[in-house]
């Protein structure tokens, strides 16, 4: 079976502040997928980025970065410089061989102006 | 495009009623999902399927039924309300399992 756990709950910060967002995974498959996934207070949810087993380059995109470790079985979040308009509920995913498609419970980040 | 759709977005049950929320993609998907979001619980996997004519369970199917006739269609009965069913329901999509899910808007289910 595969598990995903994202400990923290909630998480406010001061606007301009950096924000790390933690996911843990437990998975037997070689080949696997992470995913984020940003749900606003609108409530849609909107895909972030993918990340495969095999890459474990981390990624930077604008103000957003990922740091993805086979080693810790961690593929965390970081947000630098946050925005009021970070603020949201944010899911970590995993989809390994033919397992089915496994969220965490979220961590909703609050950002005070 | 119109991407994911879901009907209707808001719905209120009595006990003991039945309904079918609706969920189609006009991306020629091959893997669907539905989940259900309550308060600290995530997205929980109801019923996916990873084409047409081939359904399976996820993680709470209890209470639900999904049928997959076409790639385009996937809804997803309540075959006797329960107010343990109020809930978020939200319909996905992906080319494949291991490809990124676009979402519908979701459903706002009631259950009295």
């Known amino acids: 079976a595969q598990k995903v756990t994202q400990a923290q709950t909630e998480i406010s910060v001061v606007e301009k502040e950096d924000v790390t967002l933690d996911c843990v995974y437990e998975?037997?498959?070689?080949?696997?997928?992470l995913f984020w996934y940003k749900q606003p207070p609108s409530g849609e949810l909107v895909f972030l980025i993918r990340?495969?087993?095999?890459?474990?380059q981390n990624e930077i995109s604008g103000r957003y970065s990922w740091n993805f470790q086979k080693s810790t079985s961690s593929f965390n979040f970081t947000i630098t410089a946050s925005q009021v308009v970070d603020s949201a509920v944010y899911f970590c995913a995993l989809s390994g061989g033919y397992q089915k498609v496994t969220f965490g419970t979220g961590t909703k980040l609050q950002v005070i102006p | 495009n119109a991407g994911v759709t879901q009907t209707p977005k808001f719905q209120v049950l009595k006990t003991g009623q039945s309904m079918t929320l609706q969920c189609a993609q006009d991306?020629?998907?091959?893997?669907m999902s539905w989940y259900r979001q309550d308060p600290g619980m995530g997205l929980r996997l109801i019923h996916y399927s990873v084409g047409a004519g081939i359904t399976d369970q996820g993680e709470v199917p209890n209470g639900y039924n999904v049928s997959r006739s076409t790639t385009e269609d996937f809804p997803l009965r309540l075959l006797s309300a329960a107010p343990s069913q109020t809930s978020v329901y939200f319909c996905a999509s992906s080319y494949k399992r291991a490809n990124e899910q676009f979402f519908g808007p979701g459903t706002r289910l009631t259950v009295l």
């Open positions: 990340r495969n087993s095999f890459d474990e």
């Open positions: 998975t037997r498959d070689t080949t696997y997928y």
């Open positions: 991306m020629n998907h091959e893997y």
